[in-house]
């Protein structure tokens, strides 16, 4: 046996059976050390030259954290059979060697999990601060240690900066001991305990696998404390925790935050957090590089290096916003003082000067938001003609009227506003200043004395225009900023920078909107507690994930108008009220999608937007066939509305136009339309047509088909009916294997799976005229979709409709899912398979959203339903259904959405297939046009549910809508609007490629 000397060793002295593996360690051995009572451990073997200090250090130093706080996530010390908390056992070279035993604690390394999301981040800071307040009041003479780790000591650094040979390189780390030179003296104050002191991403351990939540599970490695001051400890982890992080300054606020729930930190403490994390990078790369130097045979020193010099390099964090952002994230004032200006501002509330002359407690408020207007159309453009009209529904003869501060709007659409390389990235869209409207030309007067900090004309399309800023000073001598935007740059003649305007003295007039950016004429007013890191270029839109900081800095300045804070400030619907609400009123199998779900309230093409206007790619829902709130469709529904709305039973143009243009899409003999309003009243009234023509009831059908909701639907829906709690089999209905050649009987290497599996419809039928039922028809998915989007075999469908029609029954093609120009190459499903039915059903995607269902069939057959019995459906042909039927069809054509379907499809397929051969979970990927599925596996090929869970709802984070669906519920399902475009397929890829790599 490997290492039997320890493993005797450990027997004799700890009284433990174990088999070791050994572990890696830069000085030391370590093993993992697996008990035969289920219980693992870490054994430690010092270097030989080890001093017993240290390792006596570490121990008490777990001990006293497990007597402080016994619910840290750190190990407990295994003491020997004599109760020492490590002994000094004799190597195999005669050496003594410390050894000690810890407990192993479960998890992986922070460094091999993925995401690193806010909320874990957040945690790493709470075990950190809660392991610093347990070792507050731990004293060891071995902490007190002078040593490059130290970042007490870090200015050794700068000595050693002439290893670095790349001069930028160079610089960037002359810059970061400069800065760190000027806060060593502060630094050296601060009081110094025992801390960690290498809280890096490998000696923080996380538990939790796929869509389990992640929990710090260990803190472990003491082998690098010192006494220093606490922020030290927080600042080592905020070092690795920026590392590769796409959102650095969001990481590092969610560090600080948990650090100072657990143990408060001062504003001062925080604002060191940033320099010091620059300094602990320069100290780890310099380190490497001497260390590359004495040992230049060893590639991994300087491959550590590489994240350290992507962030260095590439960061472009400011400095003053990143210390008011932690501070906020803290719940501390932005800036010194930021507390006692909105204090005074309260106090003061009701004694400002009328910001427009008059005062505003009248003054209505007018909404912009998400939620309660439909501005700008589009909302990833607002062209001038729209922008000069904002908010016109709220004008009444020119009287002054409010829009809201903490505001969610669609109207910020420039590229400015978006942070991101896709549409759907995340975006500011949240207004943080009060707006005024009013008629060109209404002057503006100060609410408090002030000086000119800034007074310029913004000529840019959507910017400010005229803009002056206001620094102010309270009488405590605290400062204050408030900006003016949209402004007529008339003012430039007798303002400028240093100029000091009184309480209530006029200087500028509301522009139009030629001159005010092209906006409808309104004042943009604005409150700063600081300008650090804005200077004078101040967002007025905040992202709505940050907004826990842009509200500190750019708090509700209604105290200036003498307006109560409630009055301005938007009440956003709340998504957690309207969740309860809906588990009060609605049934319990009312499903929602995704474990956080999203409440969506705009869309537009294939995008959607949430109640702040978090843009959404909608790569799931089909319904939407030619993209959400057509504008074509808008204005024919309209239209229609204003007119009549009525049924059947009354002529009227607009019902055999859209028959004509639904039957010129199918061959012939397909003559006769039924008009209904779903797809599940399309397939309840196909199973009639076919028991009417054939005299006979039995349905021959696909297992984990779906094809609607009512009784009889269901009946033929293996996907409900199969399911626990479901009715089970009909004895009318049989059902046959779904011809699926990845999972199915017969595989892609058979030439022949065609027939094969059209060659099991027969056995069926035959089971159906033995009960007595007859053959009435048989109907299927085209292509299966809640089977798990699959593309049949060719010749599959033909084969099968052969046999049917030889036995009497009538052919039925479900196409909801893949007719209409879907599928690129062809316009239905049917048309792939080289088969033609008997009838066809339609449904969601030819209304776009209206409740619409079609029915198409043969004279010969339609005749056969026609015997004396009205057929009527009260909504299935009205006036408005037509039109908006026929506008779909139409929209599909002049705007080449099919087309668009095979480009789109083709581009999406290809990518989908490289990641096929990248990443193990990728089973299979199927799929034509827009109509694609993606086969999660587990290793050895199963079906892995949980794996497909995990990536749909982490596709949702970042922004994606895509399904699941299969049997196993295992297979992800893409079907977008057809309005889909290249940029949001590779968002598609890049994000899927992201997310699977998280699996590994």
Known sequence: MRYQHWVCAVRDRWGIDVKLVRLDGEYDLNFLAEGTDDQDYILKIMRADCETSLVDMQVRAFEHIMERAPDLPCPRVIRSVTSKPFEIIVDEDGCDRLCWILEKLPGRCYAEMAPKTDALINEVGKVLGGSALALADFSHEGLHRNFKWNLKCAGWVSDELSCIHDLKKRAILDKICQDYAELEAELAELPSQAIHNDANDYNIMVTGRLSEPRRISGLIDLGDMCAAPRVCDLTIAAAYVVLD??????????????????????????????????????VSVVNSTLTAIDNPDDPYVTVTQAPAWRFLEGNKINGGLLRARMRAACAMPVVEGGDRVLAWLNKERGNFAPLMGEALDDAPMGSLSVEQTTWPQNPFDLPPCEAAKVGEEYENTGRIWLGYYYEPRLIYTAPDFRKGPWKASDRRTVHIAVDAFAPTGTPLFAPFRGKVFLAEYRAGELDYGGVVILSHETPEGDLFHTLYGHLDPEFLDHLKPGDMIEKGAEFCRLGAPAVN?????????????????????????????????????????????????????????????????????????????????????????????????????DAYNNVPHVGHAHPRIEAVASDQLKRMNSNTRYLHPAQTAFAKKVLSKLPEPFDVCFFVNSGTEANELAMRIARAHTGAKGIVTPD????????????????????????????????????????????????????????????????????????????????????????????????????????????????????????????????????????????????????????????????????????????????????????????????GLQENARRMGKRLLIGLKKLEQKHPNVGDVRGMGLFLGIELINRGGSEATEVCAYVKNRMRDSRILIGSEGPKDNILKIRPPLTINADDVDMILSVLESVLSELN
């Open 245 to 282: 992080h796409p959102k650095p300054e969001a990481a590092l606020a969610a560090l600080v935050a948990g650090y100072h729930e657990v143990y408060p930190l001062s504003p001062s403490e925080v604002d060191l957090v940033w320099p010091l994390l620059q300094m602990r990078l320069a």
């Open 517 to 617: 950016g092209g906006w409808a004429p309104h004042v943009h007013f604005q409150l700063a507690l600081t300008t650090e890191g804005m200077e004078a270029d101040w967002p007025g839109v905040g992202d709505p994930n940050e907004m826990y900081f842009w509200s500190a800095v750019c708090p509700n300045p209604a105290a200036l108008l003498n307006l109560s804070d409630e009055k301005t400030r938007y009440q956003l619907v709340d998504k957690t009220s309207v969740l309860i609400d809906r588990r009060t009123h609605f049934g319990g199998n009312l499903s929602l999608t995704y474990n956080d779900p999203v409440m969506l309230l705009r869309g537009w093409k294939h995008h959607l937007f949430d109640e702040w206007g978090r843009p959404y790619l």
């Open 704 to 895: 984990h088909g779906y094809h609607g909701i009512t009784t009889g639907a269901i009946s033929i829906s293996a996907y409900k009916f199969n399911k626990p709690g479901g009715a089970g089999q009909a004895d009318w209905v049989e059902l046959v294997e779904v011809a699926d050649d990845y999972r199915g009987s017969f595989g892609r290497d058979d030439p022949d799976r065609a027939r094969k599996f059209a060659n099991l419809v027969d056995s069926a039928i035959e089971r159906l005229k033995t009960k007595g039922h007859g053959l009435s028809g048989f109907i299927a998915e085209t292509f299966p979709s809640v089977g798990g989007q699959i593309i049949p075999p060719k010749g599959y469908l033909a084969a099968v409709y052969e046999k049917i029609r030889a036995h009497g029954g009538v052919c039925i093609a479900d196409e909801v899912q893949t007719g209409l120009g879907r599928l690129g190459e062809y316009y239905f499903g049917f048309e792939h398979q080289g088969a033609l039915p008997d009838i066809v059903v339609l449904g969601k995607p030819i209304g776009n959203g209206h409740p619409l269902g079609v029915l198409a069939t043969t004279r010969a057959i339609a005749d056969s339903f026609d015997d004396g019995i009205e057929f009527f459906s009260t909504f299935g042909g009205s006036t408005l259904s037509c039109r908006i039927g026929k506008e779909v069809l139409d929209i599909v054509d002049d705007e």
